[in-house]
T-cell receptor
Framework: KAGVTQTPRYLIKTRGQQVTLSCSPI?????VSWYQQTPGQGLQFLFE???????NKGNFPGRFSGRQFSNSRSEMNVSTLELGDSALYLC??????????????FGEGSRLTVL | DQQVKQNSPSLSVQEGRISILNCDYT??????FLWYKKYPAEGPTFLIS?????DKNEDGRFTVFLNKSAKHLSLHIVPSQPGDSAVYFC???????????FGQGTRLTINP
């Protein structure tokens, strides 16, 4: 069974640009979450989608957005990039959409560097 | 506002000894706790979890203890092995929240 796939794995952008990251969950998983990992901050929750609906959103500015498609694949977009957006962006999927019934399965992440 | 805190950024343990990783939380609504392990260039992988109705959960060499009154949980690894060298994150959730709140992580190094 293929794991969570994230593309691209690495990318470099400059301030003011925008970026789109993609995530394909494990087959059959309908919940997709996004997290940002920066040194010293751990993983910060961005948002969670289930059946194409955003169910939960973290405390990030409106420049961070996402969506989920009917095949459960998800994308997140960051507009007007800032230096502080440099981070590892992790996508995770779960089967039932309830953390109490199963853990999250993470992809390897997309490492974004903003120059 | 860091609701989940791992106050030790790093920990070094000799192979074969016990590794104890600690985590504190402030939100009394949290009722489900998890530990994840992360190797470089890989995503975090689930290790073990515990519900707030329990105070201990064991899985092989890994045991998680939960002290609700102190809002503290710990992960014990016995015996520690070189392959356990990784960054460990604790995470917490409250029912229906559909999201995990992570600590900053602790880098565990097992020395031969």
């Amino acid at each position: 069974k293929a794991g969570v796939t994230q593309t691209p794995r690495y990318l470099i952008k400059t301030r003011g640009q925008q970026v789109t990251l993609s995530c394909s969950p494990i087959s059959g998983h309908r919940s997709v979450s996004w997290y940002q990992q920066t040194p010293g901050q751990g993983l910060q929750f961005l948002f969670e989608y289930f059946s194409e609906t955003q169910r939960n959103k973290g405390n990030f500015p409106g420049r961070f957005s996402g969506r989920q498609f009917s095949n459960s694949r998800s994308e997140m977009n960051v507009s007007t990039l800032e230096l502080g957006d440099s981070a590892l962006y992790l996508c995770a999927s779960s089967a039932q959409g309830s953390l109490l019934s199963g853990e999250l399965f993470f992809g390897e992440g997309s490492r974004l560097t903003v120059l | 506002d860091q609701q989940v805190k791992q106050n030790s950024p790093s920990l070094s343990v000799q192979e074969g000894r016990i590794s104890i990783l600690n985590c504190d939380y402030t939100n009394s609504m949290f009722d489900y706790f998890l530990w994840y392990k992360k190797y470089p260039a890989e995503g975090p992988t689930f290790l073990i979890s515990i519900s707030s109705i329990k105070d201990k959960n064991e899985d092989g060499r890994f045991t998680v203890f939960l002290n609700k009154s102190a809002k503290h949980l710990s992960l014990h690894i016995v015996p520690s092995q070189p392959g356990d060298s990784a960054v460990y994150f604790c995470a917490a959730s409250s029912q229906g929240a559909q999201k995990l709140v992570f600590g900053q992580g602790t880098r565990l190094t097992i020395n031969p």
